[in-house]
């Protein structure tokens, strides 16, 4: 098969968590240019500009407001959209909670719970339904764990040290190589994509520190923070054939910033 084919997803149908605005839009607009339908969940911000884009491709696509973590309200939208597009073959597992920067004595048990919750505990509230769905209707398919780069090293950003943000990225890693060996059987590929830093909604408070801004900025080998449009050929290459036997990796993606 020509490679180009292989990025191919017309007829496919995919969900992404949080995709109203930041990476998760970016992987909303990648799997639908590259053919498929897609539905879109998030809690606070309106993703109907986005589907409506979408829309406008020629492809299916809505907004529904859903809480992450709470499966209550996630298992109502994987039925919706499984009567409304007819299947799920991808999710892009993708809403998160950013970090605070508190040094770890300081962090509540509340506020630690908060983090695995919004963090990693909702990759899984996700991803259980929609397995299940992919495993009764016996056609395999994609889940795309968005990860860090913190889930590997702890930020170096004094006080913003975000130690509970590092634990449960970590979590969400190693949960990615947990749900590819269980689901493997299932033809159910699982894998994660570990961003460095790309200025976003939930982390560009951080650049208005200028000291900060360059001391992250020393931290890149390639002298510049990601782009928002950078995360969409790591989406559509981990949601399409072109990986085809890949599973349980954690793609990094990150300037060279973990290298130093
Ligand atoms: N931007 C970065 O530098 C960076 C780096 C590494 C990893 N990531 C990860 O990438 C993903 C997207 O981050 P982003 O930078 O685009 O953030 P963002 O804040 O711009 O977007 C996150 C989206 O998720 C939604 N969301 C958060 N919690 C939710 C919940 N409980 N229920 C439903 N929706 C919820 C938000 O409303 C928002 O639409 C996150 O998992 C984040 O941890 C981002």
């Given at each position: 098969m020509n490679v180009l084919k292989q990025f191919d997803l017309s007829g496919k149908v995919a969900v992404v968590t949080g995709g109203a605005r930041g990476l998760g839009r970016q992987a909303a607009l990648a799997?639908?240019?590259?053919?498929?339908?897609?539905?879109?969940?998030?809690?606070?911000?309106?993703?109907?500009?986005?589907?409506?884009?979408?829309?406008?491709?020629?492809?299916?696509?809505?907004?529904?407001?859903?809480?992450?973590t709470k499966s209550a309200e996630i298992e109502p939208f994987v039925e919706e959209v499984i009567g409304r597009l007819g299947k799920i073959d991808i999710l892009v597992n993708n809403a998160a909670i950013g970090t605070r920067g508190q040094s770890l004595e300081t962090v509540s048990d509340a506020e630690w719970h908060e983090f695995m919750d919004g963090i990693m505990n909702c990759m899984f509230y996700v991803a259980k339904p929609i397995a299940r769905h992919m495993i009764a209707r016996?056609?395999?398919?994609?889940?795309?764990?968005?990860?860090?780069?913190?889930?590997?090293?702890?930020?170096?950003?004094?006080?913003?040290?975000?130690?509970?943000?590092?634990?449960?990225?970590?979590?969400?890693?190693?949960?990615?190589?947990?749900?590819?060996?269980?689901?493997?059987?299932?033809?159910?590929?699982?894998?994660?994509?570990?961003?460095?830093?790309?200025?976003?909604?939930?982390?560009?408070?951080?650049?208005?520190?200028?000291?900060?801004?360059?001391?992250?900025?020393?931290?890149?080998?390639?002298?510049?923070?990601?782009q928002l449009e950078e995360i969409k050929g790591a989406i559509l290459f981990l949601a399409s054939d072109a990986s085809s036997y890949m599973t349980g990796h954690n793609l990094v993606m990150d300037g060279g910033a973990t290298l130093w």
């Open positions: 799997l639908a240019e590259a053919g498929a339908d897609v539905a879109i969940c998030g809690r606070s911000t309106d993703g109907t500009p986005t589907a409506t884009e979408i829309e406008a491709m020629g492809r299916r696509s809505f907004f529904a407001k859903v809480d992450v016996g056609e395999g398919g994609v889940i795309i764990n968005m990860t860090s780069i913190n889930a590997f090293i702890i930020s170096n950003i004094a006080p913003r040290y975000n130690v509970p943000y590092c634990v449960a990225k970590a979590g969400v890693a190693h949960m990615t190589h947990g749900m590819a060996t269980n689901w493997a059987p299932h033809k159910i590929r699982v894998n994660g994509i570990a961003p460095g830093f790309i200025p976003t909604e939930i982390s560009s408070a951080l650049l208005q520190n200028p000291d900060i801004m360059n001391r992250m900025l020393a931290g890149q080998p390639m002298g510049r923070f990601g």
